[in-house]
């Protein structure tokens, strides 16, 4: 690869291209296995913990390996780790396909159903930070906003393709269809990943001051305090986020008495306007220079919108009967809701990665998504408790305690100048 074509300006919307790929493929399994909810407590002779357990075991894997990835993304570069995961998920999904999913005569277990779901997160798990690492290679300050907005348009872009082929997939032609169809997205990725992906070529300077800067601050960000708060804050305001998209499809069928089609719809409305919003984000906080500020709004409204949820789930809670008309208007409010506490993504990162500076990007987004899935995790194991404890109203207004906390972990505002003595091209 020659180096006046890694070093095209026009080839960075390439990378972006791949990192945007990476993400939907992996997210559509992630995010996209939980729109099957209904379907998975069916097929698989599920009660609502079981559910819990195995939808948060993907997530699980993911928080076990982020960070290992990461670091090992700032030490080998990004391509034989995107490479490698991409691989690897892909054998993964295919085997699920082969020995996990139902058929007429056979039902796997809950050991290996959980065991695979697990496996995937723990090799999907390259896909973060070493997708966010090229974009913070290839662009500058001025439009890495936008750049890691649009690449975290990947996770509702893949949610909504989800959401909108493998509940049609699970219900028509089984389970198997579901894994294999996700197994061929990742393979898809992995060929133009291999085609594309390569990192700029620096110059000697450049080159002199990335060893000077991997000697005195390798690990620097694990030290970081300010980059653990937002860390902290992006983890916990992930927590509500995780409610929707995990519990969101069963509170629909057994709240709302929506049907798969309606419920479809609703989730695939969702993840398409989390999509936009984090696109206009982005581009927003990087004419404004705002992103502390937007974040902190963002999380704000998020709180909001959830009280106002779970205030509209307690009125319906005291009509003899769901009908069509509030039906309706709770589809909405949680789609309203899902996107309110979506938007905010790419803002996060972009403004974590920053901190870190692209050296040790791989390690930050590591340490962000580490967090992130632990709530992935957690999540989905809290929700049936707290439905045996109190109601639906208590989930959602959960999600607004929880927007309140992050509150206090986002920084209140940026700095005129944000020195990165770290960051290195």
């Known amino acids: 690869m020659s180096q006046a074509f890694t070093n095209n300006r026009r080839h960075r919307w390439k990378v972006l291209g791949v990192g945007v790929a990476a993400n939907a493929s992996f997210s559509a399994a992630f995010s996209g296995i939980p729109t099957t909810a209904v379907l998975i407590r069916s097929a698989y002779h599920l009660g609502n913990a079981e559910l819990g357990l195995v939808l948060g075991l993907m997530g699980l894997g993911i928080a076990i390996s982020e960070l290992p990835w990461g670091l090992l993304t700032d030490r080998w570069g990004d391509r034989p780790v995107l490479l ?6 892909a054998l993964a999904l295919a085997l699920m396909a082969m020995f996990a999913a139902p058929t007429a005569g056979y039902v796997p277990g809950l050991p290996l159903l959980a065991a695979g779901l697990l496996l995937v997160g723990l090799l999907g798990g390259s896909v973060n930070g070493s997708s966010g690492r090229a974009v913070m290679t290839w662009f500058g300050e001025g439009e890495r906003g936008m750049a890691m907005s649009i690449r975290q348009t990947a996770v509702p872009l893949g949610g909504a393709a989800g959401a909108l082929i493998l509940p049609s997939l699970a219900t028509h032609f089984g389970f198997a269809s579901v894994y294999g169809v996700l197994a061929l997205l990742c393979g898809v990725t992995l060929f133009f990943t291999w085609l594309w992906l390569y990192e700029p070529v620096a110059s000697a300077a450049d080159k002199a001051h990335v060893n000077h800067t991997a000697l005195s601050s390798s690990s620097a960000p694990l030290k970081d305090r300010q980059l653990w708060r937002i860390v902290a804050a992006i983890g916990i305001l992930c927590a509500p986020q995780f409610a929707i998209l995990s519990f969101g499809t069963v509170f629909l069928h057994d709240f709302s008495h929506a049907g798969i089609a309606a419920i479809t719809a609703s989730m695939a409305a969702l993840q398409c ?19 502390r500020e937007f974040l902190r709004v963002c999380t704000v409204a998020s709180a909001i919108a959830f009280a106002a949820l779970a205030a509209l789930v307690t009125l319906a809670g005291q009509l003899p009967t769901v009908g069509p008309a509030m039906a309706a208007l709770l589809i909405v409010m949680l789609v309203l809701t899902g996107v309110s506490v979506s938007a905010w993504h790419g803002v996060a990162y972009t403004e974590l990665a920053t ?20 709530m992935c995790f957690l999540t989905p194991l809290a ?9 639906w109203p208590a989930v959602w207004l959960a999600g607004s305690v929880c927007a309140l906390i992050a509150l206090q972990f986002f920084p209140k505002s940026a700095p005129a100048t944000i020195v990165c003595a770290r960051e290195a091209f």
């Open 355 to 374: 901190i870190a500076g692209a050296r040790n990007a791989g390690t930050a987004l590591g340490m962000a998504n580490t967090s992130v899935f632990v």
């Open 84 to 89: 490698s995961g991409l691989a690897t998920t």
């Open 273 to 291: 306007g989390a999509m936009v919003m984090r696109v206009w984000s982005g581009r927003w906080t990087d004419r404004k220079r705002n992103r």
């Open 383 to 391: 929700i049936p408790h707290i439905l045996t404890l109190g109601n």
